[in-house]
């Protein structure tokens, strides 16, 4: 742009030899360079684990998953994809404004009933047990907010030319995350059991084998609500299994958790929501909280 005379020249960026084009500059001269229509929609995304070139990647809108593991050089032969966790900041901050808002009902609902049982105690010793347990409420809730989501997305990978165009071939987002694991070869089983721990995976092996394993249940376990926190991210309840649950066998990397009652202590009994709560966090932040 020359200012004296307001003069205006459009030119491409490519290098020419052409005089039309390349215009010999002046003193004062003024050059703008104008955004594209695109311009600032690239994303950095990043894949890592058993891919052959492993890293962090820009992707434009509208470029889906597929493309990303095809510009990643594709899958090696180690790679066990019902283990892939792929993470989304945007289902992250979802799932952690659901989580704080189950907690903030719980924790009114703790603090209400509490505040009434320490008003109607009768005796000194029966308001010294409600004051006990309100600090145990307090210790309960600082454990379930210490939880936060993983913002983990469930995708149901394949080979790359049956995944490509399915319905899980989704489009990537600023942020997004996936990671391919090598197989593992354990099974984790956690809460109300004797022996909580991870063992060898086989085959043939059922929940309750694996349950059995680890000694059996506790007396305080809720035996009805086990539940399988699968490798892929999904779960899978006894209570909408129904009675095949036990007898099913396992992937390996999954993890059973036998939860406790939470019936046993007698200012819980009136709690409705700190069970699925519980399950919430367990699926959300992959966390297996201990009451107790």
Known sequence: KREESQVYFNVGLAMTEDPKENILLQDEDKIFIRKTPDWGRERIVSITGEVNFP?????????????LIERAGGFTDKEYLKAHVFKRESVRDLQQKNLNESIDRLEQQMLSQS?????????????KQQEASAAMQK???????????????????????????????????????????EQPNSVQVIGSVYNPTAFVFEPERTISGYINKAGGTTRYADNSDIFVLKVDGSTAARRQSGMLFMSSRLDPGDTIVVPEKTERIAWLREIKDITQILYQIAVTAGVLIVLF
């Open 55 to 67: 890293g962090r990647y820009v992707v434009r809108k509208g470029e889906k998953l597929s493309s």
């Open 139 to 181: 210790a309960i809730i600082a454990k379930m907010r210490a939880a936060k989501a993983q913002g983990r997305m469930v995708i149901r990978f394949d080979a790359l030319d049956k995944f490509k165009g399915s319905v899980y071939d989704i489009e990537m987002e600023e942020g997004d995350s996936i990671h391919i694991p």
């Open 115 to 127: 505040a009434a049982s320490i008003e109607t105690a009768v005796t000194p010793e029966a308001a």
